[in-house]
């Protein structure tokens, strides 16, 4: 049984020092977490990380729920579900000590934030190595940490990544300006897939050889490597990619097909001999014309196959046709909505969804992982910690500290915790989490 109690997770076991903003660094150490990790999250009430900012709608215009706006934002659970959040100035000398202590007894560094911030911070790879040689430091800055390379006093943004290394330039149809993708921000996550893989390499390294390592990541690197066959293609045969849309440059048609309903779309492809011959009897007589007649016909015909298609799609519903094709034995499906994928049948029955307990909140919701282990499934401590609810928790456990070293610390603003941890309150759409997960109402059956 998923979460079941009696499971060892694999990474039992493992401490992480985060030193994390928004997603690359966070969304990696909540898949360490996820699997058993205890991830130290270092937070600042100087410097909030950017998931904290954004708040809630349903909370912002309560002047009531300002000092806690920052625990509910929903972006919050999503990076840092499992984690432990702890509060620390690091900017000062003390604070600085403190978390060096924490990261002598830690196996994972990571941290994306920028290479001259962090050797500012005085927790550099040099920094950290003299108090934990075995450590595992996983950087990830945008451009990589070696300060003789010409980027490397530039700061980056998961969604700038996109245009510096041409990604953009590809998105979009010919006759438009490139159109990025930066409200996704995919060159963040590529990075915090990038940073778990090396991640769990380095501590194997460690293993092997008892030796730490230095895991220098850089970002722009990761996001050049989704252009590959592209490069690869301009290098051997002097061939520029264009932008192309929805098309494809193997065969045609490929594209997002209108239906009859507004903003309604279903993306087809049938740009083989068999599943061409397929649509074609499905679409007489729209498609029988000699301009479509072989695969290079319909290639190089493409702008005209895809006008007549289209005019044929706009006569059904989406759905509908959808289902015929499919039964035929051509591959489509509807363009989905983020409605669509909340609802969808595949990622609630394979429990995608996942909910634990919040002290903000009581419960919360946020995206379970892709990656599944038959033997280990993923689990979280909570659904995301309030703003330095952990840190009394953390220094006491994990580096022994004294109560009256804790007060004094607390008194002079080097550490903090959770401020109003009396102040909890409910999601308005709370009563409704049991859709998205069947057969759970109460956050204490995913514990």
Not at 280 to 303: I, V, Y
Not at 346 to 364: E, N, Q
Request: hydrophobic share 40%; charged share 25%.
């Amino acid at each position: 049984m998923e979460n079941s109690a009696d499971v060892l997770s694999p990474l039992a076991g493992l401490k992480v020092f985060e030193l994390g903003i928004a997603i690359a660094a966070p969304n990696c150490g909540q898949k360490l977490a996820s699997y058993g990790a205890d991830v130290f999250k270092l937070e600042s009430l100087g410097n909030l990380d950017v998931v904290r900012l954004l708040g809630s709608a349903w909370a912002k215009d309560d002047p009531e729920l300002s000092q806690i706006l920052s625990d509910t934002s929903p972006y919050v659970p999503e990076m840092n579900a499992g984690k432990y959040s702890v509060g620390i100035d690091l900017k000062n000398e003390k604070g600085l000590k403190i978390a060096l202590r924490l990261l002598a007894h830690c196996d994972v560094f990571l941290s994306n934030v920028s290479a001259a911030a962090v050797v500012r911070l005085g927790l550099d790879y040099e920094a950290v190595k003299q108090i934990n040689p075995n450590i595992i430091y996983t950087q990830l800055p945008g451009f990589g940490s070696d300060p003789e390379l010409p980027y490397y006093r530039s700061l980056a943004w998961g969604p700038n990544q996109s245009p510096l290394v041409g990604l953009d330039s590809l998105t979009g149809f010919a006759e438009d300006p490139p159109a990025g993708v930066a409200t996704t921000a995919p060159p963040d996550y590529m990075s915090s897939l990038h940073a778990l893989v090396a991640t769990l390499a380095g501590l194997e390294h460690r293993d092997t050889t008892g030796k730490g390592v230095h895991v220098d990541l850089s970002q722009f690197e990761a996001t050049v490597s989704l252009l590959g066959p592209f490069l690869l293609d301009l290098e051997v045969n002097e061939h520029e990619q264009d932008r192309i849309g929805n098309a494809s440059i193997w065969g045609a048609p490929q594209g997002v097909y209108p239906s009859c309903e507004p903003e309604r779309w279903i993306a087809i492809t049938a740009d083989d001999a068999d599943s061409w011959k397929i649509l074609k009897e499905l679409a007489s007589p729209w498609l029988d014309s000699d301009l479509f007649h072989t695969e290079r016909d319909r290639l190089e015909n493409a702008q005209v196959l895809d006008q007549t298609l289209s005019d044929w799609t706009s006569s059904f519903s989406s759905d509908d046709l959808t289902v015929r094709l499919q039964v035929a034995g051509v591959a489509a499906h509807i363009v989905a909505t983020n409605e669509d994928i909340l609802n969808d049948g595949h990622v609630i029955d394979r429990g995608f969804y996942k909910m634990a307990p919040s002290t903000r909140l009581g419960r919360d919701l946020f995206s379970g992982s892709a990656i599944r282990l038959s033997d280990a499934p993923s689990r979280f401590r909570n659904a995301a910690p309030a703003l330095g609810e952990d840190t009394r928790e953390v220094l006491d456990k994990f580096i022994g500290m004294e109560r009256e070293e804790f007060e004094e610390l607390l008194a002079a603003g080097i550490i903090f915790e959770m401020t109003e941890p009396e102040s909890t309150h409910k999601r308005p759409w709370d009563d409704w989490i049991h859709i998205l997960i069947p057969g759970f109402e109460d956050a204490r059956d995913l514990r």
